[in-house]
C-alpha cells in the first residue's frame, strides 16, 4: 500500500523531501508575486527577511536531525494543508514557509512518535529561539483549531497522492493541473482533501 512504501521504504524518503520542498517552492514563488497585488496578513511566522537557506535545504535539516518518523512528514503535510484552509489570509509565501515547516514537523512528532525532542531542540534545528519555538506552535495549533488527528482513510488518501506525484520528481508545472494548487483563486492557496467524506470516496474539495 501506498502509506507503507513512503513511510517504511527509506529509500523513497529522500525523493519525498524533494518533491514537497519543490512543491513549496512554487507556491511560495506564486504567492510571493500574488502579494504584490493581494493584501496577506503578516502573523507571527513571517519573517522580516527571506531566510539565506533554500527550502530544500531547510527540510533536508529537519528530516537529518529531527529524527522523527518518516509518517510526521505526511502528517505535517496534512497540517499544513489544513491551516491554509482555515487561514486563508495567510497564504504560504518565502517570508512564512520556513518557520511553518519547523512547526508543523514539531507537531507531527509530538502527536505521531511516542518519543520526540522538546521545543529547544526543534528551535536549534530551525535557527530560532526556543521562546520562538513556543509562540510558533501556540499560534498553528490555534490556527489548525486543533483538529491535529488524521484518520487512516486521510492518511492513505495523502499518501497516495503524494507517492503519485513524488515519482514524477517536480510537482506539476502547469497550477491548473495540480491538485495543491487553486489555479483559480488569486491566492494559490492549496486544496484540502475532503476529510469529511462519509462514502469513503477519495474526492478533493477546493478551498474558496
Not at 107 to 112: E, V
Not at 158 to 163: E, F, G, N
Not at 181 to 192: A, D, E, H, T, V
Amino acid at each position: 500500500m501506498a502509506e507503507l512504501e513512503i513511510t517504511q521504504n527509506q529509500s523513497l524518503m529522500p525523493k519525498l523531501i524533494d518533491y514537497l520542498s519543490s512543491l513549496l517552492q512554487k507556491v511560495a514563488e506564486a504567492n510571493d508575486i500574488n502579494g504584490r497585488f493581494q493584501p496577506q496578513k503578516i502573523s507571527v511566522f513571517h519573517g522580516l527577511t527571506r531566510p539565506n537557506i533554500s527550502i530544500q535545504n531547510y527540510l533536508e535539516r529537519i528530516f537529518k536531525y529531527a529524527n522523527c518518523s518518516p509518517s510526521c512528514f505526511v502528517v505535517a503535510y496534512v497540517y499544513l494543508d489544513r491551516f491554509t484552509q482555515c487561514q486563508p489570509s495567510l497564504p504560504i509565501n518565502s517570508f512564512n514557509i520556513h518557520r511553518l515547516l519547523i512547526t508543523s514537523v514539531m507537531i507531527a512528532a509530538k502527536f505521531m512518535d511516542d518519543m520526540y525532542y522538546n521545543n529547544a531542540y526543534y528551535a536549534k534545528v530551525g535557527g530560532i529561539s526556543t521562546t520562538e519555538m513556543n509562540f510558533l506552535e501556540v499560534d498553528f495549533l490555534f490556527g489548525l483549531g486543533f483538529r491535529l488527528n488524521v484518520t487512516p482513510t486521510t492518511f492513505q488518501t495523502y499518501c497516495s497522492y503524494l507517492q503519485k506525484e513524488m515519482l514524477l520528481l517536480q510537482p506539476p508545472l502547469n497550477l491548473d493541473d495540480s491538485s495543491l494548487y487553486m489555479g483559480r483563486s488569486p491566492k494559490l492557496q492549496y486544496i484540502c482533501f475532503n476529510e469529511d467524506d462519509s462514502s469513503s470516496q477519495q474526492q478533493q474539495q477546493l478551498v474558496v
